[in-house]
C-alpha cells in the first residue's frame, strides 16, 4: 500500500514500518537477482535482521530462562552433528515436559579454546536442572549444563522486560565465528517452529495517521519512538521502529 505501513508485533510489544512511494526509487539500485553490490553492508543487514527477529521471538514468547549445553572430553567440533543432537535434545525435551510443543531458540558457539562447540538455549517456562541434564547427557560425550539468572534488572521489570534482556545474552554469540558457520550454509540460530510472533499491518497516508492507529491498538503510545529523520547516517527510505513496555 502506498502511503506508511507499520508492522506491529502485540505480542513482542514492538513495531516497525516505512514510508512506500507511489514510485520505487529505489529501483536500479538492487542490483541484479543473485548480485550482491556491498557483501560486507549485506553481512551487516543480515546480522541486524537475525538479531530483530530473535528479539521478537523471545519477546513474543517471554523465553527469559536462559541455557548452556556443553560436550565433554575433545568436544564437538563438527557444527552438522550439533544440530542433530540439539534436534534430538529439544525432542527428549517436550517428551520430559508432557509431549506439549514449547518455544525455545538456541544458538551455537565455538569455545575460546580448541574445545569445539557448545550451545546457548532460551524457554519460557521453569525446568529444573534435573530435567535438562537427564535429557541432554542420554547421549555419551554430553557434558556440563548451565543455568543463567535474567538479573540486574529494575524493581517492576516484566517478563518481556527480562525476554529481551535474554535475547541480547543470546543473540551476541550469533556474530562469533559466523563466516565458518555461512560457508556451510548454516544459520546463526534455530528456534521452536508454531511460535513466531503474529503481525498486525496498520496503513495510514501519513505518518501521524499510521502512529496514532497504532498507539490505539497498542493502549498508549510507546516507551521509545525512533525515526530515521533523526538519524544523519541513515541511508534508507524513512523508516520508524518503537516499542512498547511489557
Known amino acids: 500500500m502506498i502511503g506508511w505501513n507499520l508492522t506491529l508485533y502485540p505480542d513482542a510489544r514492538e513495531g516497525a514500518g516505512s514510508f512506500r512511494a507511489t514510485v520505487d526509487t ?20 543480515a546480522a541486524s535482521r537475525a538479531r530483530t527477529t530473535v528479539r521478537r521471538f523471545c ?9 548452556t549445553v556443553t560436550y565433554e572430553g575433545a568436544g564437538c567440533h563438527d557444527p552438522l552433528v550439533l544440530r542433530s543432537d540439539l534436534a534430538e535434545f529439544f525432542r527428549g525435551m517436550r517428551t520430559a515436559l508432557g509431549g506439549k510443543p514449547f518455544p525455545y531458540l538456541w544458538v551455537p558457539e565455538w569455545h575460546k579454546t580448541d574445545h569445539g562447540l557448545h550451545a546457548h538455549f532460551v524457554c519460557a517456562q521453569y525446568i529444573r536442572r534435573s530435567i535438562v541434564e537427564t535429557v541432554w547427557k542420554q547421549v ?8 543463567k539468572l535474567i ?64 498507539c490505539e491498538l497498542m493502549g498508549g503510545p510507546p516507551a521509545t519512538y525512533w525515526k530515521s529523520e533523526d538519524s544523519p547516517e541513515w541511508t534508507g ?3 520508524v521502529a518503537m516499542s512498547w513496555d511489557g
Not at 529505489?26 to 543487514?45: I, T
Not at 519477546?59 to 541455557?67: D, L
Open 151 to 214: 538479573g540486574d534488572l529494575p524493581v517492576g521489570s516484566s517478563a518481556v522486560d527480562e525476554a529481551r534482556v535474554a535475547a541480547r545474552y543470546i543473540a551476541k554469540y550469533m556474530n562469533k565465528d559466523f563466516d565458518v558457520k555461512r560457508a556451510m550454509g548454516l544459520h546463526r540460530y534455530d528456534l521452536a517452529q508454531g511460535f513466531q510472533p503474529r503481525r498486525v499491518i496498520v496503513p495510514g497516508p501519513s505518518l501521524e495517521e499510521a502512529y496514532r492507529r497504532a
Open 59 to 67: 519477546a513474543a514468547n517471554r523465553t527469559n530462562r536462559f541455557w
Open 26 to 45: 529505489w529501483a536500479g539500485r538492487r542490483g541484479e537477482p543473485g548480485e550482491c553490490r556491498d557483501p560486507e553492508r549485506s553481512l551487516q543487514v
Open 140 to 147: 555419551p560425550g554430553h557434558g556440563f549444563v548451565y543455568a
Open 237 to 239: 527510505p524513512q523508516a
